[in-house]
């Protein structure tokens, strides 16, 4: 017969042990309930900060209309501060974009080959 005394051993687990697996106690009566998130939930705090986003953006634009030198490529021209930074951010983006998409494309050839070999191996 087991005692109730003995130090829990290192696969007991407590009950303020995160890696408990019992549920957590119900709320008290008082308690707010816990909101469920949505993806339209979501979609609307997304909507929100690139609306913010755009209008700082605008107001950027707005604020920095001086002209500035640019040379690239042995070419040379004058242009508004605000769209050369834009033009470099889409750039950018582009660029994060190419190689982003080149990566994904990488990872789903390495899932479709080991799927295949996984399939060919249970044959």
Not at 3 to 29: E, H, K, V
């Amino acid at each position: 017969m087991p005692t109730q005394n003995a130090a829990p051993g290192p696969s007991a687990s407590l009950p303020d042990d995160p890696r408990s697996t019992s549920r957590p106690s119900p709320a008290p009566a008082g308690a707010p309930a816990a909101r469920r998130r949505s993806r339209m939930g979501a979609a609307w705090v997304g909507l929100v900060v690139g609306a913010l986003v755009l209008v700082a953006l605008i107001v950027f634009m707005l604020q920095n209309t001086a002209p500035v030198e640019v040379v690239f490529l042995g070419m040379r021209g004058t242009a508004p501060l605000a769209l050369t930074l834009l033009i470099a951010g889409i750039g950018v983006g582009i660029v994060a974009l190419v190689v982003g998409s080149i990566r994904i494309g990488q990872l789903r050839h390495r899932l479709g080959v080991e799927g295949r070999i996984r399939e060919a191996g249970r044959r």
